[in-house]
């Protein structure tokens, strides 16, 4: 469970997204399933650019949360 601002969900899911991207970064293909978004989805690189205009840090600020409580929340998720 993470309790964030009033508002600021958006934010969390922005910077879950961004660090997500980070860690498909480090290792390409673990992360992200990338066929099934290919498969099932439209305007992910649209999203992609949109998300490159934010920084990660200012969202997790808007939440109010620690990286490291969002960091596990991401490894949680992440594709595996």
């Known amino acids: 469970y993470l309790q964030v601002r009033i508002n600021s969900d958006l934010a969390l899911l922005k910077a879950v997204?961004?660090?997500l991207l980070e860690e498909e970064e480090k290792a390409?293909?673990?992360?992200?399933?990338?066929?099934?978004?290919?498969r099932h989805t439209t305007?992910?690189?649209?999203?992609?650019?949109?998300l490159h205009t934010y920084d990660v840090d200012e969202?997790?600020?808007q939440t109010g949360l620690a990286r490291t409580d969002v960091q596990a929340l991401?490894?949680?998720i992440r594709y595996k």
């Open 59 to 61: 969202l997790l600020a």
């Open 28 to 38: 390409p293909g673990q992360v992200i399933d990338r066929a099934f978004i290919a």
């Open 74 to 76: 991401v490894e949680a």
């Open 43 to 50: 305007g992910y690189d649209a999203f992609l650019n949109h």
């Open 17 to 19: 997204c961004k660090l």
